[in-house]
């Protein structure tokens, strides 16, 4: 009998199918090791050693996997493919080794290939749960690759070090039971400085001039282009912390200069100056990485990244996807072949492209997985998965399955159509401009539609005079930089090169769960908290504090996993000159003062003002005296809806695990709830699915 360690239950119990009755299929429920949580954990003072111990509640499942290896002929390690994985085969590894020794009485090293016992230790990785990638892990095993382990140690020493010597200083400097994090603090940095971005931005007035033209009984719009051969639009750009923001605006920026305009095209007629027609290819995307597709699950459906990373999760545990934890576009060659017959079956030969499309991944570094994320088998369509798991990863699958299928597929063909017309009697010439497009051919939009639409245009002549029906002038306002969601701020991190893959989620769920920042409307906004503890850091710590640093450490992190440099020299280098920072920010430091607001209320104890604070589980109303004055009461958000319902205000809310939703007030008589206030706005007054099982759960729980 052999064993076989892999982390999770669901992964267990999908490879056991695939495997005889002589291998035995064990779960280790992810990490068995971890750094104390109690101290630090971590030997400054010899070479950073890390004091690695069995993980809480781990001791039960390291004694059932160090029994069963001691009555197997052999153990296989297959946890996932990248760091975190490959730590996990080291340490399993290395606490079997010593109860085995220890049984033998022998010390053999851990790096050789046999155990003390004579049982052989094996590492087998594959990028996919199916059969035939689990044999062929099987058949070609390799040993543990301890250049990745160190990779992952040193992440989590450095993290350790910065954790653990940085929150004291809070404490001491802003409030009790802060924490910071080496690469959270750097996206807390963006949040907070595009508040600030936009809280600065002057926002400046500007109109539009658009023309609506009849054309064989069809009305056309039409936009004003050019006055006397000069261009109206004009781009600015703002240099902001994360890169430069470019905003489009017109030259005519006052209402007298848009009325001027509207009184001169009353005189002019509209005549077709150019109709011009042009054939254009659209290509697909390439497939999947973990970060375009948090990109994608959060635009589409509004999903946190730590949702789409846990649907995913289970997708790839079932077999279903390929490992989901990847930066590389890369499809192995045996999925092409099958995608391309697919698409040959199901559309015809005319929607596949002559050659193989190949892709290349624009990161510095495609470590961790070999493969972009695709379905394991075409073959099993979106309706397959909902009967299996359930709707929600029925979506996230068919945007792997959409988007990895599209990527193999011929391009899409598409005719635009650019119609100018200028007035006339001149001097004054206005030009208008209206673009139309037809879609020839498919292409991969036959999986992948999502963003063209055909607007076919009448068919404009060159000379022909276009009776008019209205024209008009917008007034607009230049938009000041918008702030992040889940996607743009994945996006942002992955271009800078801060975290990695597997750790995009987590960063943005921690900054939440310590209430740094908060979600409204799918955007994130800086908490008081958020703000004080990102003015402090940048004020005392800008070195570690920022987007070079925080890139330039994962690059010598990446450096380590290729085995080009030694772990231990790179966190000397950070924490020698950190060590004597944070000493002298412990001594000389001011302490900061956490924002507070107003809200206009007298406290009933001592007649002080009422402001809102944030604690550790979100706002809350306290005396201006507090501690002092020990008076608080509960933070109600209200907003400016009523609801459809029965008239009553619609205040924010939270569920349990801390995510924001809209209800009435007058709960529980009322249950009316939504996600979002833009539901509000369009006018929806029904509730989404999971607002209706939210309210429905906490009005039974009241009856209860």
């Given at each position: ?35 104390p ?44 493919p ?12 290395q ?9 033998k ?111 064989d ?31 489009t ?43 375009t ?20 999760q ?16 890369h ?15 199901k559309f ?78 001149v ?23 999502f ?40 996006k ?22 310590r ?41 010598q ?148």
């Open positions: 009998m052999k064993l076989v360690i892999v982390e999770s239950p669901t992964k267990a119990k999908t490879i056991g199918k695939f495997l005889g009755s002589e291998f035995v299929v064990k779960a280790s429920m992810g990490h068995v090791m971890d750094l949580k109690s101290k630090l954990g971590v030997d400054t003072l010899n070479n950073f050693n890390p004091q690695f111990e069995i993980s809480e509640g781990k001791k039960s499942t390291i004694s059932e996997l160090q029994k069963l290896a001691s009555e197997s002929d052999g153990v296989i390690l297959a946890s996932d990248d760091r975190e994985g490959e730590a996990i085969a080291y340490h399993i590894s606490l079997l080794r010593e109860k085995l020794s220890a049984k009485s022998k010390a053999k090293s851990a790096k050789n290939e046999t155990s003390s016992s004579g049982i052989p230790f094996q590492r087998i990785v594959f990028h996919e749960i199916t059969k035939d990638a689990i044999r062929n892990a099987l058949e070609h095993p390799g040993v543990i690759d301890t250049h990745l382990v160190d990779a992952q140690t040193a992440r989590r020493v450095l993290d350790r070090l910065v954790g653990y010597k940085l929150s004291p200083i809070l404490w001491q400097k802003v409030r009790r039971g802060l924490s910071a994090g080496r690469v959270q603090s750097v996206a807390l940095r963006l949040i907070v400085e595009r508040e600030k971005e936009i809280e600065k931005f002057g926002k400046e007035p500007y109109w539009t001039i658009t023309a609506t033209l009849s054309k009984k069809k009305e056309v719009e039409f936009e004003l282009v050019s006055i006397n051969d000069e261009k109206i639009e004009q781009q600015n750009s703002f240099q902001l912390y994360d890169g430069d923001y470019t905003v605006k017109t030259t005519i920026t006052t209402q007298e200069k848009a009325d001027t305009i509207l009184e001169a095209l009353k005189k002019k007629e509209f005549v077709v100056s150019d109709v011009a027609k042009k054939e254009t290819k659209r290509s697909p995307q390439p497939p999947f990485t973990t970060s597709l948090q990109q994608q699950a959060s635009q589409r459906f509004g999903f946190s990244g730590k949702r789409t990373m846990s649907l995913a289970k997708l790839y545990e079932e077999g279903f996807i390929t490992y989901h934890r990847t930066d590389s576009v499809l192995a060659e045996t999925s092409v072949t099958q995608m391309r017959d697919f698409v040959v079956k015809g030969e005319s929607y596949v492209p002559e050659k193989v499309r190949l892709f290349s991944t624009k990161q510095k570094l495609a470590q961790e997985a070999h493969e972009a994320i695709r379905p394991t088998d075409v073959n099993k369509t979106e309706e397959y998965v909902r009967d299996s798991l359930g709707a929600a990863y029925a979506k996230i699958y068919q945007l792997i399955w959409s988007r990895a299928l599209a990527s193999q597929m011929a391009d899409a063909r598409v005719e635009s159509t650019t119609v100018l017309v200028e007035t006339k009697p001097p004054e010439k206005y030009v208008f401009k209206t673009t139309g497009s037809i879609l020839l051919f498919e292409g991969f939009l036959k999986v992948n539609p963003g063209l639409s055909d607007r076919q245009l009448p068919d404009f002549v060159s000379g022909e005079t276009i009776p008019t029906v209205q024209t008009i002038a917008i007034a607009h306002e230049t938009p000041a930089p918008p702030r992040y969601n889940d996607a743009s701020l994945i942002s991190l992955e271009e800078e090169g801060i975290g990695r893959p597997s750790t995009y989620a987590t960063i943005i769920s921690v900054l939440e769960e209430t740094y920042v908060e979600r409204k409307d799918g955007r994130f906004y800086p908490t008081a908290v958020g703000n004080a503890v990102n003015d402090f850091l940048v004020k005392y710590f800008s070195t570690i504090d920022d987007v070079p640093f925080t890139a330039s450490m994962e690059d992190l990446d450096e380590v996993a290729e085995g080009k440099k030694d772990w231990v020299p790179v966190i000397r280098e950070f924490y020698t000159p950190f060590e004597k920072q944070l000493t002298e920010v412990s001594k000389t430091a001011e302490r900061v003062q956490i924002a507070t607001e107003d809200t206009g209320e007298i406290c009933p104890l001592d007649g002080a003002p009422l402001v809102i604070r944030t604690g550790r589980f979100g706002k809350f109303i306290s005396c201006k005296n507090f501690p002092t004055c020990e008076y608080k009461k509960a933070y109600v958000e209200e907003t400016n809806f009523l609801c459809p319902k029965d008239g009553g205000k619609i205040i924010a809310r939270k569920t349990k695990k801390g995510r924001t939703f809209y209800g009435c007030n007058n709960y529980p008589n009322c249950d009316f709830a939504v996600w979002k206030l833009s539901d509000i706005k369009k006018g929806v007054g029904n509730e989404t699915d999971s607002a209706k099982k939210t309210t429905r759960k906490r009005t039974a729980k009241k009856t209860k």
